[in-house]
């Protein structure tokens, strides 16, 4: 097991954020049919022919490797791709996972109980990209892969079949010191960016430039997990947004019922769910969980 050696300094998530909504009906359809367009072109921008374009988003799900076991957190990814997710983030446990709300931090610390690895995250990757063929990314904190040697880390995520990094922790800012979103591109990883609504334009327009696969928005503030209300002023802000970044845009935090997918399939490529579907599988019996996962899924997508 990596043993953490916190870094210098602890990292504050960087922001995140949101996108658009079709134009008024009173611009016409000219602009209407312009925005269509420019949708089509951002589906496949950076996420490439690997991920079909079969609906008008992509829904990408969670899981915490070794959680509640690696057997298990091996099936939920296969039953999230059997039932119609687009993209997994497959999160490496970590001791102070700062961005995540109460069901995966409580995941993390049994995962951690479990002695997960990084290697086992390697491995558990690996295997599953035998069998699925949507992209899969790592999620984690920036102490993991600093604490394994950030090049290593990225050499042996490539090999298991690594789509890309989510790493909240690791701002742009600090590229001349760590020199992550370089190495990143030198093993051909996608080093998704992290935005807010309430990002400011200056910043945004820094972070389109080295954009790379798609960039994951956060849909409200605080840290992860189920939310019955959206975001307020998100039309609004999402539409800032989407004049600067040109990448697919995947919003998160707190999605988690069919009417919010409803709501917000044409405001994003991407609509990411990961506390809803570990509640789900956390309060069901015990020889029911995977039937209960599946049927959330199979419903949410219907």
Known sequence: MVKEKYPRTKRQVQGMRLEEGFYNKKEGNQKAEKDVQEREKRKNIALGPSIAVSKDFKLMTHIVAGYPSLKQSETLALAMADFGASLIEIQIPFSDPIADGQTIMRANALAQKNKITVEDCFKLLEKLKQRVKIPLLFMTYYNIPFTYGLERFC??????????????????????????????????LHAIQIISLLTPENRLKKIAKIASGFIYCVSRTGTTGESKNVQKNLDKNLKIIKKIIKVPLALGFGIST???????????????????????????????????????LSTLLS
């Not at 690791?170 to 990143?184: A, G």
């Not at 405001?267 to 029911?288: D, P, R, W």
């Open 258 to 296: 069919k009417q919010q997918i409803e709501y917000l399939r044409q405001k994003a490529e991407i609509l990411v769910i990961g506390s809803k579907i570990l509640n789900i599988y956390n309060h069901a019996a015990k020889f029911e969980k995977m039937n209960e996962v599946n049927s959330f």
């Open 155 to 188: 050499h042996k995520a490539k090999e298991s079949g690594c789509y890309g990094l989510i790493i909240p922790d690791i701002p742009f800012d600090e590229e001349k010191q760590e020199h992550y979103l370089s190495i990143c591109k030198r093993y051909k």
